[in-house]
């Protein structure tokens, strides 16, 4: 097939033109001659609005399609989370090359950088950002972020971080990966895809071109990257099924596993300022998700296991939906005093309870490094004043690793545990590295809970609580991790459905992927 010299269209930011060379280094080495038209976008001209409040649609890709339709170009390159799901007649998506990472960063400037803080940033940031999803999520994790709209090419929005105009800003790590700047004056924090869900798309490249140029869709085939097109179509289709624009507050990604099982992180809202409704979907049918994001929760209620603050992602997540939530703990503490914290250079702290345990000494604790099993542990020993040097994050075999990796040889770490510790985590620590004391015990309160369409459990302890008074009937139940569905189990309780994390966020994302 002949096909002479064609142009291809682009943006003028560095990142639109790094995307566009790429695309044409592609064509080069199938034998395709091209040059590369910058086009300026009604995106580009206006700078000082975020883009929630810019009237209309595709405005970083609507005057490249005009310049497609027109014949001035052959191929449009995108950044396909700005490219919306309906295309104009004559025109077609003709390949997606190979995905880079879809995560979102935040990169924090050093001065404001707390690693005692969820997302290792100081009380009250200002965070830079003018994507109404970014700005949603970030109010989920940290209630006191002061938003500031962030405008210009990614080298303009770092300098401004630079010149402390914020003391963080959210990119996406595709194109600080494709530019390759240097980031090292800064403190990066990756943001999980599973926790910070990225745009439909984020990461991709759409190539586009006439319905007509059969030729040049031929070609463009050899470009796509089969998975990488799988993924990014299904998550459009989602946001297409929602009337959703590119730049409403929806997050949604979706990948396949070895197995060939879709999973699927969505969180959408319809205003940037309402705590976002979240569920992970293991579904491959777009129908069936998207018919979930448009139906309204029907009422129902759910027990926890764990008393709650109200400012806990749990609470918030759950109390924006029409649900009734029942928090208490059937569990209570006695304390055996220790009259001085044991001579260590770490305290790994595995609940409110360990900590509570040891707070008599608390002068004691300020001199030491401490570790919290998990995120919501971590910001009770914070509000408790105290700084929090290691979070543990997924299971507790993940945790004992994680944490077992920051213990140098020659340190020492202090349990402080109860009774029916279960161990995890002190099992990967050396016995010449670790002091175990009993500083409480765990008693299980008899009481009944009442009815409640979902029963949440939080430790194998509130499991056996429970059982002492109550049954399990046709309730749907969710288990924190893995001891807690052993203990069920145990029990006889087969139908269990495990978060995928030990945090609060998982579980609120495992209540609505059950509804």
């Known amino acids: 097939m002949q096909i002479k010299k064609i142009t291809i269209g682009s943006r003028g930011s560095n990142l639109a ?106 009380k009250s940031p200002v965070i830079g950002t003018s994507s109404a999803r970014r700005k949603n ?183 924006s939906s029409s649900v009734s939530l029942t928090a208490e703990s059937l569990i209570e503490m006695k304390i055996v005093k220790i009259d001085t914290i044991p001579t260590c250079n770490w305290i790994f702290i595995n609940s409110a309870f360990a900590l509570n345990s040891i707070m008599h000494l608390k002068s004691g604790l300020k001199s030491k490094k401490i570790a919290a099993f998990g995120e919501s542990t971590a910001k009770y020993i914070q509000k408790n004043g105290l700084k929090v040097d290691f979070i543990g994050k997924g299971a507790p075999t993940n945790v004992a690793q994680g944490f077992s990796s920051m213990v140098n040889s020659n340190e020492i770490v202090f349990f402080p545990s109860s009774n029916k510790s279960l161990g995890t985590v002190q099992s990967i620590i050396d016995n010449r590295n670790k002091i175990i004391l009993e500083t409480y015990q765990t008693l299980s309160k008899d009481k009944k809970v009442g009815n409640h369409d979902y029963l949440i459990f939080t430790s194998p302890s509130n499991v056996e609580a429970f059982l002492l008074s109550n049954k399990v009937n046709n309730q749907k139940i969710i288990s924190i991790g893995p001891s807690t569905t052993k203990a069920l189990k145990k029990a006889g309780i087969i139908n269990v459905l495990e978060s995928f994390q030990s945090s609060e966020l998982a579980l609120a994302d495992a209540v609505f992927s059950l509804i």
């Open 17 to 122: 033109l790094w995307q566009a060379n790429y695309v044409k280094d592609k064509l080069s080495n199938l034998g395709i001659e091209s040059n590369i038209k910058i086009i300026k976008t009604k995106g580009d001209k206006v700078q000082n609005l975020s883009f929630d409040k810019i009237e209309g649609k595709g405005f970083f890709t609507k005057e490249i399609e005009n310049a497609l339709l027109n014949n001035e170009i052959d191929l449009a390159v995108h950044s396909l989370k700005d490219l919306e799901t309906d295309q104009p007649k004559g025109l077609c998506i003709a390949a997606i090359p190979k995905r880079e990472d879809p995560a979102d960063v935040l990169l924090i400037n050093p001065n404001s950088v707390d690693e005692s803080m969820i997302l290792n940033i100081i």
């Open 137 to 319: 999520q970030l109010l989920l994790f940290r209630e006191d972020v002061i938003i500031k709209d962030l405008r210009g090419n990614v080298p303009t929005r770092i300098n401004k971080l630079r010149t402390n105009e914020y003391d963080a800003i959210v990119l996406a790590k595709a194109g600080l990966n494709r530019l390759k700047i240097n980031l090292s004056e800064f403190y990066v924090q990756e943001l999980p895809v599973s926790s910070f869900i990225p745009a439909p798309a984020q990461g991709a490249l759409g190539l586009q071109v006439r319905e007509s140029d059969k030729d040049l869709k031929k070609i463009l085939e050899k470009v796509s990257h089969k998975d990488s097109e799988e993924d990014v179509n299904f998550e459009r289709k989602i946001l297409n099924g929602i009337n959703g624009g590119c730049h409403s507050p929806f997050g949604v990604y979706s990948v396949k596993d070895q197995n060939g099982e879709r999973t699927s992180w969505v969180s959408y809202s319809d205003k940037v300022s309402e705590t976002p409704v979240r569920f992970i979907s293991k579904s491959s049918n777009i129908e069936t998700i998207v018919n979930k994001i448009n139906s309204k929760i029907n009422p129902f209620s759910i027990w926890i296991s764990r008393s709650l603050a109200k400012d806990s992602i749990f609470n918030k997540l759950i109390k």
